[in-house]
């Protein structure tokens, strides 16, 4: 069982900076791909990004390529999610998921969410 705890979110103006993180209870560099989903207020939970289980790769939905960073610490078994110049349409409660071996859909394990807040 792997239990994912994530952290913050918040408030901030467009254009601005957030850095979520994502500390999971388990060891997961070299066994769990991670990944980052986002749900809009009245609208499906959507993927945003993920890392393979080695670090060596990521993949992003368009809309945040190039603004938005997903990175893993192994030491610390926490992944983040750098995310610049943020929009309002970035507002979403952001998740973080965990799956072992593939970093592709269905994730088994998720976080509780943390919100975040885009104004413009």
């Known amino acids: 069982q792997v239990q994912l705890v994530e952290s913050g979110g918040g408030l901030v103006q467009a254009g601005g900076s957030l850095r979520l993180s994502c500390a999971a209870s388990?060891?997961?560099?070299?066994?769990?791909?991670m990944g980052w989903f986002r749900q809009p207020p009245g609208e499906e939970r959507k993927f945003v990004a993920a890392?393979?289980?080695?670090?060596?790769?990521?993949y992003y939905v368009d809309s945040v390529k190039g603004r938005f960073t997903i990175s893993r610490d192994s030491a610390k078994n926490t992944v983040y999610l750098q995310m610049n110049s943020l929009k309002p349409e970035d507002t979403a409660v952001y998740y973080c998921?965990?799956?072992?071996?593939?970093?592709?859909?269905?994730?088994?394990?998720w976080g509780q969410g943390t919100q975040v807040t885009v104004s413009s």
């Open positions: 388990v060891r997961t560099s070299r066994s769990y791909a």
């Open positions: 890392i393979t289980s080695s670090g060596t790769n990521t």
């Open positions: 998921a965990a799956r072992y071996g593939d970093y592709r859909p269905p994730y088994r394990y």
